[in-house]
């Protein structure tokens, strides 16, 4: 289904290697707010989305989900590219590199390793994207922190592009959950129940 443009959404020319940002920056990697946990929430939710126009966003959120997940690789394997050994042990990247060298691995600022109980598909429309909402303002405060300790712009200009396409989500789900709750009964305006569901799927 996905045709692959073999270039970045947004362009990324890090010059200068810095293994402490890299350890900062591949929580939106791999991390519980990162871009791979958002695009496998969105891809998920929407098969069980009884709109289509939910689904067709879930769908289109969830593949721009995916063009961060490789904008935040290519900026964490340009910060670490042909680091030293002294530089990555002084930086603390040390455990890192033992375990992966300086490829890619999914995990948190913190070491913890990606998992999929980070995010949740439920089935319920109102539910879901009431957890994209808050995902999306979740990923926006990370970032918020990324840029608060990033001074290098060819660092810090890729990440503000990915913290307003975080604000654009969001606003997007909410026009989305605005669009389903209209379509509800009114006695169960935030309780979805298809059996009171009153507008074509």
Same mark, same amino acid.
């Given at each position: 289904?996905?045709?692959?443009?073999?270039?970045?959404?947004?362009?990324?020319?890090?010059?200068?290697?810095?293994?402490?940002?890299?350890?900062?920056?591949?929580?939106?990697?791999?991390?519980?707010?990162?871009?791979?946990?958002?695009?496998?929430?969105?891809?998920?939710?929407?098969?069980?989305?009884?709109?289509?126009? !939910?689904?067709?966003?879930?769908? @289109?959120?969830?593949?721009?989900?995916?063009?961060? #997940?490789?904008?935040?690789?290519? $900026? &964490? +394997?340009?910060?670490?590219?042909?680091?030293?050994?002294?530089?990555?042990?002084?930086?603390?990247?040390?455990?890192?590199?033992?375990?992966?060298?300086?490829?890619?691995?999914?995990?948190?600022?913190?070491?913890?390793?990606?998992?999929?109980?980070?995010?949740?598909?439920?089935?319920?429309?109102?539910?879901?994207?009431?957890?994209?909402?808050?995902?999306?303002?979740?990923?926006?405060?990370?970032?918020?922190? !990324?840029?608060?300790?990033?001074? @290098?712009?060819?660092?810090?200009?890729?990440?503000? #592009?990915?913290?307003?396409?975080? $604000? &654009? +989500?969001?606003?997007?789900?909410?026009?989305?959950?605005?669009?389903?709750?209209?379509?509800?009964?009114?006695?169960?305006?935030?309780?979805?129940?298809?059996?009171?569901?009153?507008?074509?799927?």
């Amino acid at each position: 289904m996905w045709n692959y443009e073999k270039r970045l959404q947004y362009p990324v020319n890090i010059k200068t290697p810095n293994a402490k940002l890299a350890q900062y920056i591949i929580s939106q990697y791999g991390g519980p707010d990162g871009e791979l946990g958002a695009s496998m929430r969105y891809l998920s939710q929407r098969y069980s989305s009884p709109y289509r126009e !939910i689904g067709a966003l879930l769908t @289109d959120i969830g593949t721009e989900e995916l063009a961060h #997940f490789e904008m935040i690789g290519t $900026i &964490v +394997h340009q910060l670490t590219k042909n680091l030293s050994m002294e530089e990555i042990e002084a930086s603390g990247l040390g455990p890192y590199y033992i375990d992966h060298t300086l490829a890619l691995w999914p995990q948190a600022a913190g070491g913890i390793p990606f998992n999929s109980c980070e995010f949740q598909s439920k089935g319920d429309v109102i539910t879901d994207l009431t957890e994209d909402l808050a995902a999306e303002q979740k990923a926006r405060t990370t970032y918020d922190n !990324i840029l608060r300790v990033v001074k @290098d712009h060819e660092v810090a200009d890729p990440i503000r #592009f990915l913290r307003q396409r975080e $604000i &654009v +989500h969001f606003q997007r789900f909410g026009e989305g959950l605005r669009r389903v709750q209209e379509c509800l009964d009114p006695v169960n305006f935030y309780q979805y129940n298809p059996g009171f569901d009153r507008c074509k799927k």
